[in-house]
């Protein structure tokens, strides 16, 4: 069985080479940038570009603030962030979300660590995996790509990961400590904090407010319905067994749709003037797109952009900003561990 850990991905190559044959300076520039940035229906869209919430550009901007404070860090105290990501089998999502994420890791300047491991390996050789990387001092945060083939217990595998390294925030200590008053976890899940991040950036008001999380999963809706809690809105949460969700939804004046479904959030179930946060994603036929499918969200996003203020598109929302975090995430902990 490979149990190969790869070599740092980010490592910093070009370090000894001569001045004239450098690789040009890291910068990360938003394809808004250079180019007209290809959001999901700038064609066909009726929604204004002054309604869209540009998650891959303010992702972009946090992972240039990660960059600097990492150049920083490395010069000052000789600290490399370093993030184990741990890929068992070989679904087609999971290896391009692995990908994206070790690419995102080299673009900062931290080191990347992998372990691809077979569909069939044993949940043992698994949590063997986990327990060297908590050993492992050069590594900072440890990502087990979910989800996990059904013969593993992801209960078992997240329980054991470091709460010190993990990034993701799927510990139930950490899960736990995000639930109490006057408690703090050591890391908030990436997706939920992606959320609240692309809010306060747009200084969207949360204390006061009506929010209305739809979906209650570990990894998203119940942790989005806590941070918003934390920030003192007035939160409720529907789901699969909420009798009338369009109703309760279209009270809220911040909505996360988190349920997983595509395109279940109608129009008319967003409050006229409310922020709609989507986080899902969900490929949809499209024969006139290249691939045969284009991603939509769970949000229907022509019906609700005409009512909502504001409204993240899918893609380029909320997916960028999950990587975001999980960087920050890992720039947190390399700080907590080396204390700087
Ligand atoms: N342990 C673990 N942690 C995770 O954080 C985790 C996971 N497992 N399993 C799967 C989900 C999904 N996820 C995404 C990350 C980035 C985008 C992303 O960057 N999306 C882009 C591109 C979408 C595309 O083109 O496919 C966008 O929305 O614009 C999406 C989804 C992290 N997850």
Redesign the pocket.
């Known amino acids: 069985m490979a149990l190969a850990f790869q070599r740092p991905v980010g490592r910093p190559a070009t370090a000894s080479r001569p001045a004239s044959r450098r690789a040009p300076a890291l910068r990360i520039v938003s394809a808004a940038a250079t180019a007209p940035a290809p959001s999901p229906s700038s064609s066909a869209s009726s929604v204004p570009a002054s309604k869209l919430i540009d ?2 550009g303010i992702a972009d901007t946090i992972r240039s603030e990660i960059a600097a404070e990492v150049a920083q860090l490395k010069a000052k105290h000789n600290l490399t962030p370093g993030l184990a990501v741990v890929l068992v089998g070989a679904r087609k999502d ?1 290896e ?2 692995v990908r ?1 994420k070790k690419k995102a890791c080299a673009e900062v300047g931290f080191d990347s660590y992998g372990t691809d491991l077979p569909a069939d390996v044993s949940e043992e050789e698994l949590l063997k995996v986990v327990a060297a990387y908590n050993a492992d001092p050069r590594v900072h945060g440890i ?5 996990l083939p059904k013969h593993i217990s992801e209960k078992r595998i997240l329980d054991a990961i470091s709460i010190e390294k993990d990034v ?1 925030g ?1 510990h139930p200590l950490n899960i736990g400590a995000l639930a109490m008053r006057g408690r703090d976890p050591l890391f908030v899940p ?2 939920p904090k992606g959320c609240i991040e692309l809010l306060e950036r747009l200084k969207v008001p949360i204390s006061g407010r009506t929010a209305c999380v739809i979906g209650r999963s570990n ?1 998203v809706g119940m942790p989005a319905a806590l941070l918003l809690q934390r920030r003192d809105a007035t939160v409720t949460m529907v789901h699969s067994k909420t009798p009338d969700a369009a109703k309760i939804c279209g009270e809220a004046d911040i909505v996360i749709a988190a349920c997983g479904v595509a395109e279940m959030v109608k129009g008319d179930w967003i409050k006229p003037g409310a922020v709609v946060i989507d986080v899902g ?1 969900n490929a949809k036929d499209d024969p006139t797109a290249k691939k045969g499918y284009r ?1 939509v969200g769970d949000v229907d996003f022509e019906a609700a952009g005409a009512r909502a203020s504001l409204i993240t598109p ?7 900003m ?2 975001a975090m ?1 960087l920050q995430n890992t720039l947190e902990s390399a700080r907590r561990a080396a204390k700087h």
């Open positions: 998650g891959k999971s391009t979300y994206s990502l087990v790509q979910l989800p993701d799927f990436c997706t990894i994603i991603l899918v893609p380029g929302g909320v997916g960028p999950t990587i999980l």
